[in-house]
């Protein structure tokens, strides 16, 4: 591992631990020239996961786009980029978990929707409008009193 502060190549592992309920191991490291301290992550990676498109197109997952979804939902909203991280790592796990090598881009959708519903309604909301494609603002009342109804 590369120390992120002098560039060294040689960093030794000072602990290992679990982290997101066992689904990553955090370990924190020391480089050998700098002394200098820091973490790194490891957690599963999704492997040739192919998503299928509305139109019916196949395409290779690419976590980065879910990431940009989940950034411009939460855009300015009061939720940390400890808490995004950890979102973006249950999204993952769940998507990982289901053990499928093609997954459509409504099953992906709906693991963000119901992950996105627990952190930030606004956001919830603000994703909704773009994955669901509401085509009036009667179907967008539709689904906020359907929040309501849960929420009430």
Do not use: W
Not at 57 to 74: D, V, W, Y
Request: hydrophobic share 30%; charged share 45%; with cysteine.
């Amino acid at each position: 591992m590369i120390c992120p502060y002098c560039g060294h190549l040689e960093t030794k592992v000072i602990d290992s631990r679990d982290t997101n309920d066992g689904k990553a191991i955090r370990r924190r490291r020391e480089c050998e020239k700098c002394q200098k301290r820091f973490s790194t992550y490891e957690e599963p990676e999704i492997m040739k996961l192919t998503v299928i498109k509305k139109d019916g197109s196949r395409e290779e997952f690419q976590k980065e786009k879910i990431k940009k979804g989940i950034a411009r939902a939460l855009e300015k909203r009061p939720v940390n980029a400890e808490k995004r991280e950890k979102l973006l790592r249950e999204i993952e796990y769940e998507i990982c978990s289901l053990g499928k090598t093609e997954l459509s881009t409504r099953e992906i959708g709906r693991i963000i929707l119901k992950k996105l519903r627990q952190i930030d309604e606004v956001a919830y909301v603000r994703f909704a409008s773009v994955y669901k494609s509401f085509g009036s603002i009667k179907a967008f009342r539709k689904e906020l009193e359907k929040m309501e109804k849960k929420n009430g």
